[in-house]
């Protein structure tokens, strides 16, 4: 199975600064045929099911503000988030979709400083 | 408006059984890649199955032997029979669909609780 990793488990940003997510995983998610990263981002706010923000590691899902990225290849991965709103308070997932068992990341928390 | 409906979840003895149901609307689950995705209290996200467009099924390692992913076609309904439940089958399942790209969720569902105890 390919194992995400994250960091930080948490961060705390001042709202209109930058917050920055890492990702690691296991083994490439890079399938050589197409040059895709099988690599997705979602956030989950508490009492709701997880939304998608970024897939192909760096395309940005449809209606996603564009303060929303991510870049990133291989095995290490970003998602950026150029100014903090207070509405982007949520835990932050990475997830592979290389290959079958899809694993996720253990989830960061983004808070307002 | 594409929809996800759960339903089926609740409080289930060790050893018990139940079925899961994941209602679409606004698509055809049949021609859609579809998965169930479950979350543990206070946990992070774990894939548990998923079924493809030509009907092939797929299970974590966890669930494989115990849960069977089904959908019915007349109903646009996906399901997940769960039998021999453990204390930590105890989550919130939700169902997701895959869209056009195997393996990436672009609709969730709210969620069903399910809940393993004695």
């Known amino acids: 199975d390919i194992v995400m990793t994250q960091s930080p488990d948490s961060l705390a940003v001042s709202l209109g600064e930058r917050a920055t997510i890492n990702c690691k995983s296991s083994?490439?998610?890079?399938?050589?045929?197409?040059?895709?990263?099988?690599l997705a981002w979602y956030h989950q706010k508490p009492g709701q099911p997880p939304k998608l923000l970024i897939y192909?590691?760096?395309s940005r899902e449809s209606g996603v503000p564009d303060r929303f990225s991510g870049s990133g290849s291989g095995t290490e991965f970003t998602l950026t988030i150029s100014s903090l709103q207070a509405e982007d308070v949520a835990v932050y997932y990475c997830?592979?979709?290389?290959?079958?068992?899809?694993?996720f990341g253990q989830g960061t928390k983004l808070e307002i400083k | 408006e594409v929809q996800l409906v759960e339903s089926g979840g609740g409080l289930v003895q060790p050893g018990g059984s139940l079925r899961l149901s994941c209602t679409a609307s606004?698509?055809?689950?049949?021609?859609?890649?579809m998965s169930w995705v479950r979350q543990a209290p206070g946990k992070g996200l774990e894939w548990v199955s998923g079924?493809?467009?030509?009907?092939?099924?797929y299970y974590a390692d966890s669930v494989k032997g115990r849960f069977t992913i089904s959908r019915d076609n007349s109903k646009n309904t996906l399901y997940l029979q769960m039998n021999s439940l453990r204390v930590e089958d105890t989550a919130v399942y939700y169902c997701?669909?895959?869209?056009?790209?195997?393996?990436?969720?672009?609709?969730w569902g709210q969620g069903t609780l399910v809940t393993v105890s004695s």
């Open positions: 997701a669909r895959e869209g056009e790209v195997i393996g990436r969720f672009d609709y």
């Open positions: 606004g698509f055809t689950v049949s021609s859609n890649y």
């Open positions: 079924i493809y467009r030509d009907g092939s099924t």
């Open positions: 083994q490439s998610v890079l399938y050589s045929s197409n040059n895709l990263n099988y």
């Open positions: 192909w590691a760096s």
């Open positions: 997830q592979q979709y290389y290959s079958t068992p899809y694993t």
